[in-house]
């Protein structure tokens, strides 16, 4: 770890390091190990009260996404492509004593919904590291499936994110803490990016592509809209913004994939980001599409990430067809 001055008397601390090795998910709290137990207040789970080893120590797939209904619908989806015993719709929700998040699990496969924003996945990551690291999961993959806004590509298209950049088109997440702040890398796992594009090329219903990923703080003027209840710039000017991200390697929006792909780096997961495009924000800022076509789009990684997964599995058979969520 190193520290920078930038224009003030406060050091910006940069991290960088990540663990591997081992396959075991890190934890960088020193404080943990002298605690009784740890309670994890947002999944109405702690280490006292349940056998996390026993529950989750088989878990080898997280995927997270912003909606609960969403994420939920994915469970049902895996469990089919699976073929677990039971019914799908009798799945119970693991955090269902808490209304913040949800949680699922599938076999080896965990679906937690996230919230939306930074803050909302920020604090479900970090009870999520925890689980893992107090279950002794190991070899964890984690994906984000999400939705997002495109970027000069057509609404529909599916993005693998190679780097997560800031508004800035910077590859960094800035953390404040206590009165610093802190910088951390937004790298992500390049070798399961292009496996993940591999699986990609035997769906044809509809494109997939890598690029960057912009991650914002907010849904209207952070993205440059034009439409939310303030906005101070001319459509000009947001245009040149989002023609700078497109040149910038920029491909979608959205408002998770830096603090994502920064704390997943730092404790030994990992990672990728996987969003549809719900339009093309250079030719407008608001969603028209309707509720069906909408619902196809969100579906389209799921499919994704269900191929990938039974690879993993060896459960894959290319003659075969996802089942519909």
């Known amino acids: 770890m190193t520290s920078i001055v930038v224009n003030s008397s406060k050091p910006v601390k940069t991290e960088k390091k990540n663990y591997t090795g081992n396959g075991l998910v890190y934890v960088k709290n020193p404080h943990l190990d002298s605690m009784d137990e740890d309670i994890l207040y947002h999944f109405d789970l702690g280490t006292k009260t349940h056998n996390l080893p026993a529950m989750f120590g088989d878990i080898k797939f997280v995927c997270v996404g912003g ?14 492509e699976l073929g677990l015993k039971g019914d799908e719709k009798d799945m119970e929700d693991i955090c269902a004593g808490t209304d913040r998040y949800c949680m699922y699990k599938v076999g080896p496969v965990l679906s937690i919904s996230h919230g939306m924003g930074i803050p909302s996945i920020s604090i479900m990551l970090h009870e999520l590291i925890k689980l893992l690291h107090h279950a002794k999961c190991c070899d964890v993959t984690i994906i984000r499936i999400g939705t997002s806004g495109g970027l000069g590509i057509e609404p529909g298209s599916v993005v693998i994110t190679d780097t997560a950049v800031d508004s800035f088109f910077k590859p960094r997440f800035e953390q404040v803490i206590l009165d610093r702040v802190v910088v951390r890398s937004t790298e992500l796992d390049k070798d399961l990016a292009e496996e993940l594009l591999e699986c990609s090329k035997e769906i044809k219903d509809f494109p997939t592509l890598v690029g960057h990923t912009m991650c914002t703080y907010d849904f209207y003027e952070g993205q440059g809209r034009l439409d ?7 459509n000009e000017k947001k245009l040149d913004y989002l023609r700078r991200a497109y040149n910038a390697g920029v491909r979608n929006i959205e408002m998770e994939s830096t603090v994502f792909a920064a704390m997943c780096r730092l404790c030994g997961l990992k990672a990728a980001v996987v969003c549809v495009t719900l339009l093309n924000r250079l030719h407008g800022d608001q969603i028209r599409a ?3 076509v909408l619902l196809e789009y969100q579906q389209q990684p799921q499919k994704l990430i269900s191929m990938f997964i039974k690879k ?12 519909s969520i």
């Open 312 to 323: 993993r599995l060896r459960l894959w058979n290319p003659e075969e067809s996802l089942s």
């Open 290 to 292: 309707s509720h069906e």
């Open 228 to 234: 939310g209840a303030l906005c101070s710039f001319s």
């Open 67 to 80: 909606s609960a209904n969403r994420m939920k619908a994915f469970a049902q989806f895996m469990h089919k």
